[in-house]
């Protein structure tokens, strides 16, 4: 069964009186997978939110149909098993974080003791157990992110709709959300992800889509996407030159040719994620 | 974030129906953000602080104090009833779209319906609290002052002679009367329908205006139109394009009956109930109407 599935999925804004009509998604035909991480890509204004919007029928499509687990969007059951975090989340600012939890726990049908423990688990899944009391208004821009996550996952939903889920977040929670849809997923759950971070979704994603100007320009498996068959890289430790340049010849000798010889690099975000670590006063967030 | 493992509550119910548990929800959230709110809080504590000092200004004759301050508290409850209504219902749907909460709450199973009558009934939680809050203090300025009276009348009753005792009894007894005067539960209960029906009146008009302004202006003149209307019938019978347009407004005239009260007169529960169910069945046509708007919006 298709987590979410749409065929010739059209939406089209009115822009008001003698400004015509804008084409915001082109026949989107989609088809993300149970059990998968898919990644939604695309420029502002490429139509990433408004699928988002069709799917959870909060705009209506002018052509074509959507279905999540096979129950058209238009039904409210089709949102039964389903969990979204917007993108720049705000929260009513005058609830506290359990109390947000509790909210829309309760908007789920949970109650009573299974209410309480699951708030409890979120809240220290999402590492704010010790601003739980604290009003939302007090909240930054991450800790927003993460309540907000929290509530997505509240009902222990089946598949999550995640619209820029770190936008805002520092690199820390990014990769605490990161590591969050990665255990998601390992649970079976189906995430459809819309993000600007490229190398985010590479890590994350098992398929992706591009979006431009309304229609999907790109779709495949990651792997297969971004590898490039024709060519190698064989990484060694403690080479010496001698046997370096022996190496090289029997590249050569093999009719292939050497394109480059360079020591890999790390990326910025583990060069700055190992100094947090190494750092003696802890790595952690001023909740 | 910590290593705690995913749970996996289920979730049981494989239909969603519609439920007045998650309207209740959002009516509590509702009248939660609106009692944690300064606007509320600064028009309740207005109408209050008119309410409590009604005595100190009720420098009249003997008779008429306690005619004032009813007069006074029932105007009160009737206009800060009147504003709560406009101000705390112009609000809800367009903050609600302005920050994004409502995508948060549709994504859920939770039906439009649902969530529209939640944010009325929230609303309406807020005028009974208000109102409530407003009678009880009015309750207690009439008592004090009653208390007052009747002490002031007591300390002419020794001495007297037997009529004058008897007249004094008699004053006594029609402070008392007129102290606990069940008739002003009437007027209380008219301007709650009152304030209902200018609610839904909001409620429709935000369904479909994304401006605070407007939805605050409209439900007002709409207000003023409905308590004009009787005059504007004798002013213009002539013109029917003008009544026609004046009969789809309700007429909130039919309200005020604090002055039938205060004069005296009686005013029966048979007529009470009559204005009640005119706001009621009104209320309940805009609120579908909000509905049929809302539920083909697009957010």
Same mark, same amino acid.
């Given at each position: 069964?298709? !987590?979410?599935?749409?065929?010739?999925?059209?939406?089209?804004?009115?822009?008001?009186?003698?400004?015509?009509?804008?084409? !915001?998604?082109?026949?989107?035909?989609?088809?993300?997978?149970?059990?998968?991480?898919?990644?939604?890509?695309?420029?502002?204004?490429?139509?990433?939110?408004?699928?988002?919007?069709?799917?959870?029928?909060?705009? %209506?499509?002018?052509?074509?149909?959507?279905?999540? *687990?096979?129950?058209?969007?238009?039904?409210?059951?089709?949102?039964?098993?389903?969990? *979204?975090?917007?993108?720049?989340?705000? *929260?009513?600012?005058?609830?506290?974080? %359990?109390?947000?939890?509790? *909210?829309?726990?309760?908007?789920?049908?949970?109650?009573?003791?299974?209410?309480?423990?699951?708030?409890?688990?979120?809240?220290?899944?999402?590492?704010?157990?010790?601003?739980?009391?604290?009003?939302?208004?007090?909240?930054?821009?991450?800790?927003?992110?993460?309540?907000?996550? !929290?509530?997505?996952?509240?009902?222990?939903?089946?598949?999550?709709?995640?619209?820029?889920?770190?936008?805002?977040?520092?690199?820390?929670?990014?990769?605490?959300?990161?590591?969050?849809?990665?255990?998601?997923?390992?649970?079976?759950?189906?995430?459809?992800?819309?993000?600007?971070?490229?190398?985010?979704?590479?890590?994350?994603?098992?398929?992706?889509?591009?979006?431009?100007?309304?229609?999907?320009?790109?779709?495949?498996?990651?792997?297969?996407?971004?590898?490039?068959?024709?060519?190698?890289?064989?990484?060694?430790?403690?080479?010496?030159?001698? !046997?370096?340049?022996?190496?090289?010849?029997?590249?050569?000798?093999?009719? %292939?040719?050497?394109?480059?010889?360079?020591?890999?690099?790390?990326?910025?975000?583990?060069?700055?994620?190992?100094?947090?670590?190494?750092?003696?006063?802890?790595?952690?967030?001023?909740? | 974030?910590?290593?705690?493992?995913?749970?996996?509550?289920?979730?049981?119910?494989?239909?969603?129906?519609?439920?007045?548990?998650?309207?209740?929800?959002?009516?509590?959230?509702?009248?939660?953000?609106?009692?944690?709110?300064?606007?509320?809080?600064?028009?309740?504590?207005?109408?209050?602080?008119?309410?409590?000092?009604?005595?100190?200004?009720?420098?009249?004759?003997?008779?008429?104090?306690?005619?004032?301050?009813?007069?006074?508290?029932?105007? =009160?409850?009737?206009?800060?009833?009147?504003?709560?209504?406009?101000?705390?219902?112009?609000?809800? @749907?367009?903050?609600?779209?302005?920050?994004?909460?409502?995508?948060?709450?549709?994504?859920?199973?939770?039906?439009?319906?649902?969530?529209?009558?939640?944010?009325?009934?929230?609303?309406?939680?807020?005028?009974?609290?208000?109102?409530?809050?407003?009678?009880?203090?009015?309750?207690?300025?009439?008592?004090?002052?009653?208390?007052?009276?009747?002490?002031?009348?007591?300390?002419?009753?020794?001495?007297?002679?037997?009529?004058?005792?008897?007249?004094?009894?008699?004053?006594?007894?029609?402070?008392?009367?007129?102290?606990?005067?069940?008739?002003?539960?009437?007027?209380?209960?008219?301007?709650?329908?009152?304030?209902? @029906? =200018?609610?839904?009146?909001?409620?429709?008009?935000?369904?479909?205006?994304?401006?605070?302004?407007?939805?605050?202006?409209?439900?007002?003149?709409?207000?003023?139109?409905?308590?004009?209307?009787?005059?504007?019938?004798?002013?213009?019978?002539?013109?029917?394009?003008?009544?026609?347009?004046?009969?789809?407004?309700?007429?909130?005239?039919?309200?005020?009956?604090?002055?039938?009260?205060?004069?005296?007169?009686?005013?029966?529960?048979?007529?009470?109930?009559?204005?009640?169910?005119?706001?009621?069945?009104?209320? =309940?046509?805009?609120?579908?109407?909000?509905?049929?708007?809302?539920?083909?919006?697009?957010?």
């Amino acid at each position: 069964m298709d !987590a979410i599935r749409t065929e010739h999925l059209t939406k089209k804004y009115h822009l008001g009186w003698r400004k015509g009509k804008l084409l !915001a998604l082109d026949k989107l035909s989609l088809c993300v997978r149970e059990g998968e991480v898919y990644g939604l890509l695309g420029p502002n204004g490429s139509g990433k939110s408004t699928t988002l919007k069709l799917v959870l029928d909060l705009i %209506a499509p002018t052509e074509g149909s959507a279905w999540i *687990f096979d129950v058209p969007c238009s039904k409210v059951v089709s949102r039964l098993h389903v969990g *979204f975090l917007p993108e720049n989340p705000y *929260f009513y600012r005058y609830l506290t974080g %359990a109390e947000t939890l509790g *909210f829309y726990g309760k908007l789920c049908g949970m109650s009573g003791a299974r209410l309480k423990k699951r708030i409890e688990e979120l809240l220290d899944l999402v590492g704010l157990n010790r601003a739980r009391d604290r009003r939302l208004s007090g909240y930054s821009k991450g800790m927003l992110q993460r309540i907000g996550l !929290a509530q997505a996952l509240i009902h222990d939903p089946k598949l999550l709709l995640l619209d820029e889920p770190t936008a805002g977040v520092d690199p820390i929670g990014s990769k605490d959300i990161r590591d969050l849809i990665l255990r998601l997923k390992g649970m079976g759950k189906t995430v459809l992800l819309s993000s600007h971070l490229l190398a985010q979704v590479q890590d994350v994603c098992d398929r992706i889509g591009v979006l431009n100007l309304g229609q999907m320009i790109l779709e495949g498996d990651v792997k297969t996407l971004i590898s490039d068959q024709r060519r190698l890289t064989i990484t060694v430790q403690d080479l010496p030159d001698a !046997a370096r340049a022996r190496v090289e010849e029997a590249v050569r000798a093999a009719g %292939a040719s050497v394109l480059s010889v360079e020591h890999p690099r790390t990326t910025l975000e583990l060069l700055f994620l190992d100094a947090l670590k190494k750092d003696e006063r802890g790595m952690g967030h001023h909740d | 974030m910590t290593e705690t493992a995913v749970a996996t509550t289920p979730v049981s119910r494989e239909r969603v129906g519609f439920s007045l548990h998650r309207v209740g929800v959002i009516a509590v959230n509702t009248l939660t953000e609106a009692v944690r709110q300064k606007v509320f809080n600064f028009f309740l504590i207005i109408g209050l602080v008119f309410i409590g000092s009604a005595s100190f200004f009720a420098q009249f004759s003997f008779g008429e104090q306690l005619k004032f301050i009813k007069d006074t508290c029932l105007g =009160v409850i009737s206009v800060i009833s009147t504003l709560i209504a406009i101000v705390g219902t112009a609000q809800l @749907l367009p903050s609600e779209v302005e920050n994004r909460t409502i995508y948060t709450i549709l994504a859920k199973p939770v039906r439009r319906f649902e969530f529209l009558l939640g944010k009325f009934f929230g609303s309406l939680f807020l005028l009974v609290l208000s109102i409530t809050a407003m009678c009880i203090l009015f309750g207690a300025v009439l008592w004090i002052k009653e208390q007052g009276m009747i002490r002031e009348l007591s300390q002419t009753y020794l001495g007297q002679t037997p009529a004058a005792q008897k007249d004094v009894e008699q004053q006594i007894q029609q402070v008392r009367t007129e102290a606990l005067d069940a008739d002003l539960v009437k007027a209380v209960l008219s301007d709650l329908a009152k304030a209902t @029906l =200018v609610a839904s009146i909001t409620l429709l008009v935000s369904t479909f205006s994304t401006s605070l302004v407007f939805n605050v202006v409209v439900p007002f003149m709409v207000f003023v139109a409905g308590m004009l209307r009787g005059s504007a019938a004798e002013m213009w019978g002539g013109h029917t394009v003008l009544m026609e347009l004046l009969a789809v407004v309700p007429d909130f005239g039919l309200f005020s009956i604090a002055d039938e009260i205060n004069l005296g007169n009686v005013v029966p529960w048979a007529h009470i109930s009559g204005i009640v169910m005119y706001g009621l069945a009104r209320t =309940v046509i805009i609120v579908i109407a909000a509905h049929l708007i809302f539920s083909r919006r697009e957010i």
